[in-house]
């Protein structure tokens, strides 16, 4: 090893969420959480939201329980 040379920095890497991990990691902090809330944190619009959560439902990781004005979400499958 000649020791004139600079030694190269290795880039810490964060990993990078997909967007339904995303809502998962939300909704299990603050499982009363409204559509509206999860879309600015996530910059993403209510419809994307929307079809995000849809997605997590058909897929059996989400889950709305209670009404509208009290009910929370409720993740159904370890993620």
Do not use: F, H
């Not at 000649?2 to 920095?9: E, H, I, K, R, S």
């Amino acid at each position: 090893m000649d020791c004139n040379t600079t030694p190269v920095a290795t880039p810490v890497t964060t990993p990078v969420l997909r967007t339904d991990d995303k809502i998962i990691q939300i909704v299990r902090s603050t499982p009363n959480i409204t559509r509206a809330e999860i879309g600015k944190i996530c910059g993403i619009s209510i419809n994307g939201v929307r079809y995000y959560i849809d997605k997590l439902r058909k897929a059996g990781r989400l889950e709305w329980e209670g009404n509208s004005r009290t009910g929370r979400w409720v993740i159904k499958k370890k993620s």
